[in-house]
Every structure is written in structure tokens, then in C-alpha cells.
């Protein structure tokens, strides 16, 4: 079985830890963990299942790393390959621009043609506007919506279905851990 490739950008370690938490979900036998800061366009030709993590800062702006990688990350191509988003963001402080830069990520992937995999309800979120949700369908986020500033406390449970979706939608056959972390 291939790996599954997880990229990342983390700023103040959110988002890293949150990828470490779906490794230790999915199987550290089965994700190579990679921050975005550290890689190069030929790393992702590496995986044919992927997923990408970035939190939206401030006003709907980009994380750092990913912001100095962002010309590289058009030039990747995505096509033949599954991929699943995550995205970190606050509903309440910028619920304007909640998990903005997750969507704008969704936007330069999807030019390529990859399959996208793991959509996330909008249920239990409140928020005013997001450039991350499904375009034409405003019921479900393009990935997984994570609020570690304001429900915090449902992260974990948030985790453990999305991994449990994503790991059908990857068709992983490897044993899937359910966390309690």
C-alpha cells in the first residue's frame, strides 16, 4: 500500500498538531508527515493520496509558510491523485473569513483535476462567510473545519469521524485508531 502524504503549515503549532493527530489516527505506518516549510514541488509526486492543512490567519490570510510556497503549490499537479483538506480557523473572531485560505488552497488544487475527498458539514459552525465551502453547495466545508480558538472541545470527536470518512474515502484497509486524546 502507498503512503499517504500530509502537508502542513503551522505557524503557532495548531495545525502541526493537528496533523500529527490524524497520523496517529490513520497510522504512522501509513502517513509521511511534511511541513510545508521544509518541502519542494517534487515531494508531493511522491504520494497519490494526499492531504493538505493550513489555517486561515487574521483577515482571511494565508499561513506564512504556505504563503512562500504558494507559487510552488500551482505549479504541483494534482491530476490522478485523491485529496483531502483541513482547515484550521476562529468562527467567532473572523467569522467572515472563516477557513478562508483552506478554500483558497481547494482553488489552486483543484485546477489540476485530483479527486477531492473528505467534505465536512457546516452543522455546529457559526459563521458569516467562508470561501471554503463547497462551491454550489453552501451545506459543507471542501475539507475539515477545525476551530482550536472557540471549540476547542470538539475537536477531537470532529477528528475522529472525519478520519473514520476519510479513511472509506481513501480505501485504506489498515485498522483506523479512534482517539481520545
Not at 494526499?50 to 509558510?65: A, K, M, N, V
Not at 507559487?71 to 480557523?89: H, M, P, R
Amino acid at each position: 500500500m502507498s503512503k499517504i502524504g500530509l502537508f502542513f503549515g503551522s505557524d503557532e503549532g495548531n495545525t502541526e498538531s493537528i496533523a500529527y493527530r490524524i497520523q496517529q489516527r490513520l497510522g504512522d505506518d501509513v502517513v509521511d508527515v511534511h511541513d510545508i516549510a521544509d518541502v519542494t514541488q517534487l515531494d508531493f509526486a511522491e504520494y497519490d493520496r494526499i492531504i493538505l492543512g493550513i489555517p486561515t490567519w487574521d483577515f482571511g490570510q494565508l499561513q506564512s509558510d504556505w504563503e512562500e510556497f504558494w507559487n510552488d503549490i500551482s505549479e504541483v499537479d494534482f491530476a490522478g491523485k485523491v485529496v483531502a483538506f483541513f482547515g484550521l480557523g476562529d468562527q467567532f473572531g473572523y467569522g467572515d473569513y472563516f477557513l478562508d485560505a483552506m478554500g483558497m488552497l481547494y482553488e489552486v488544487v483543484i485546477q489540476t483535476g485530483p479527486k477531492v475527498v473528505g467534505h465536512w458539514s457546516v452543522e455546529g459552525y457559526d459563521f458569516e462567510a467562508s470561501q471554503a465551502l463547497v462551491p454550489g453547495d453552501n451545506q459543507h466545508f471542501v475539507g475539515l473545519a477545525l476551530d482550536e480558538d472557540q471549540q476547542e472541545n470538539l475537536t477531537t470527536n470532529r477528528l475522529n469521524q472525519w478520519c473514520q470518512q476519510i479513511h472509506k474515502e481513501l480505501g485504506l484497509d489498515s485498522p483506523l485508531l479512534e482517539v481520545d486524546d
